[in-house]
């Protein structure tokens, strides 16, 4: 059942969009509009828009829109229902008891309690006899109870249908514990255990809930860690193992390890900020998500090969998300849990050591660079200088190209000048590749090619344009909507999406209903609400009129009629001709 009107106004009267928005994004003001920087993609220009009058967002630079609901959806990762619980506790209002509490929501719900019921039974496990292996395994790796119970470790025993059964006398159905990746459908039907002989890592998100899990083999087999793949409730690349905690010890800087043995370590040696990527390399969604909680993130991957091309891969994404980057390098290829427990007692001060002496990520960057030239040979110095610019180059401050290049002026025995007129040549390359990058992109955007949400759009592009213009005017001038639908009911569109938004709108308005972002958001899908947004936005000052509205009329008419035309094969040649007639005097 839909949510009431009178509810959602009350919400977007309680959520005003700038100041939700402002909780995860720095804004600025850019005349009637908010800009900034977005946190649906890596961007160093603002191209984040808020439009406080129609309660909408929009991003020029990867298509994302929508109303403060969409955006918690998007941010938090929730479903409709759950962001606007969300919201409705944010502002201290009470949900309707006949709301749509129902379908996915419920599933969400029984995913949520069954990991949190398999993390009971995981830990549980740990300390019986069927655990002994995995105990033994943690405790090999110097953890100590009480980091063990911090982190709600676990072990999954060899049975292939001991989680299955337990939660099953719990009354989880079989389908809801394959949604939750707790387990699959063998062959004979029957759901079986995701992990088994594993010890388990259970992973939180930031309120509290159990997501998913890592499982680590205690055996040559493989893999040696399994996760949770992506659920309703849980997606790879948008979350970081023990954010949770490292977001509340109050320092505005994380320390990003490899995996989940180096974090909790970490946490155990004194190191409460560290968190790691759930078996995947950092992600942009992931790089944005440390820069809401931190302003400098120290990555801290093993030594290896491995390692260090992770860590050249993730300077990129954190300086964009836009994050001071510095880069631990652990001595003798180790890794940070090896190295801290190598040293015994002394080995949180011997990290810290490390930890206050890391250098900043062009340091790192140049370092490598110059690691792989034989600097005694005059192709050597080339090579170095050649990278040197290319890293100098990606750097946004010119101060701090200015920086290294003096320092590199200095190293090798070049002019500063010289070294500058390089990073500017590179410079202007990429700007030109990045250019017709854009362009291309552009052009693809106005033909309507590969659209997704109206397919149709590429065929009827002329069309397509007048109808987004005109449910773009009827939005805003909703006291023209009955004049409006007199002249042009919904059959009379071209394409199918824009028809179905049209005539949600307009029914809504003659019916006396509301029609905001928020009111179309129960209605449409997040990418059909990203594509409302992006007609509102495309509304020029000024150019919001009834003659406008007019002309886009006739431009829907004359390209229906036109459409009707080419596939009129059973008209004879007098209806025909009419048909031409009328269409040549609606052109004119």
Do not use: W
């Amino acid at each position: 059942m839909p949510l009431p009107d009178s509810f959602l106004q009350e919400l977007k009267a309680r959520c005003d969009i700038t100041e939700v928005v402002s909780g995860y994004v720095n804004l600025k003001r850019r005349g009637r509009n908010m800009v900034g920087l977005c946190p649906f993609h890596g961007e160093k220009t603002p191209s984040f828009n808020i439009y406080p009058e129609n309660g909408s967002f929009y991003c020029f630079g990867c298509g994302v829109g929508g109303d403060v609901i969409t955006f918690i959806r998007r941010i938090e990762n929730l479903d409709y229902i759950e962001a606007v619980k969300f919201l409705a506790q944010r502002a201290g209002l009470q949900m309707p008891e006949d709301g749509r509490d129902q379908g996915m929501s419920r599933i969400r719900s029984r995913i949520f309690e069954a990991n949190r019921e398999a993390a009971r039974f995981y830990h549980r496990v740990l300390h019986s006899p069927q655990g002994e292996q995995g105990l033994a395994y943690l405790r090999g790796r110097a953890l100590l109870p009480k980091t063990i119970v911090h982190f709600g470790l676990g072990y999954a025993p060899d049975s292939r249908y001991a989680l299955v059964d337990y939660l099953t006398q719990k009354g989880f159905s079989p389908e809801e514990l394959i949604a939750a990746n707790l387990a699959f459908q063998g062959k004979s039907g029957r759901a079986v255990d995701r992990f088994a002989g594993r010890v388990m890592f259970p992973i939180i998100d930031l309120r509290g809930n159990v997501v998913a899990f890592g499982g680590r083999i205690l055996t040559d087999a493989k893999p040696k860690y399994l996760n949770t793949s992506d659920t309703m409730v849980f997606k790879k690349s948008t979350n970081l193992f023990a954010l949770n905690f490292a977001k509340n010890t109050g320092e505005k800087r994380l320390i990003l390890a490899e995996g989940y043995m180096d974090v909790i370590a970490l946490h155990q040696a004194g190191f409460p900020q560290a968190v790691a990527t759930l078996g995947t390399s950092l992600t942009t969604e992931q790089a944005q998500l440390m820069a809401r909680y931190a302003s400098q993130v120290i990555i801290c991957y093993d030594s290896d090969g491995a390692g260090q091309k992770a860590a050249a891969r993730a300077i990129p994404m954190l300086r964009e998300a836009g994050v001071q980057v510095r880069v631990l390098t652990v001595p003798g290829s180790k890794d940070p849990d090896e190295y801290i427990r190598s040293y015994g007692e002394q080995g949180p001060a011997r990290f810290k050591q490390l930890l206050d002496s890391s250098g900043n990520d062009v340091e790192y960057r140049l370092q490598k660079v110059r690691a792989q030239c034989n600097m005694e040979s005059p192709d050597g110095r080339v090579a170095y200088i050649t990278g040197a610019v290319e890293v100098l180059a990606s750097l946004e401050s010119r101060i701090e190209q200015e920086i290294y290049a003096g320092r590199l002026s200095e190293e090798v025995g070049i002019e500063k000048a010289s070294v500058m007129m390089q990073v500017d040549k590179l410079m202007r390359k990429r700007r030109k590749e990045a250019s017709v990058q854009q362009v291309r992109q552009v052009q693809r955007e106005l033909s309507g090619q590969r659209d997704e949400v109206n397919p149709q759009r590429a065929q009827f592009l002329r069309a397509a344009n007048a109808e987004e213009a005109l449910i773009a005017y009827v939005i805003n001038n909703q006291d023209m909507a009955k004049n409006i639908v007199n002249s042009l009911p919904p059959e009379q569109f071209c394409t199918d999406f824009n028809r179905r938004v049209y005539d949600l709108v307009t029914q809504r308005i003659l019916a006396g209903r509301p029609v905001g972002m928020v009111d179309l958001s129960q209605d449409l899908t997040m990418e059909e609400l990203s594509r409302v947004a992006k007609m509102l936005s495309a509304v020029a000052p000024g150019s919001d009129t009834p003659e406008a509205a007019q002309e886009y009329i006739k431009v829907i008419q004359y390209e229906k009629e036109k459409s009707v035309l080419q596939n009129a094969g059973s008209l004879n040649d007098t209806d025909l001709q009419k048909q031409l007639q009328l269409l040549r005097e609606k052109k004119k």
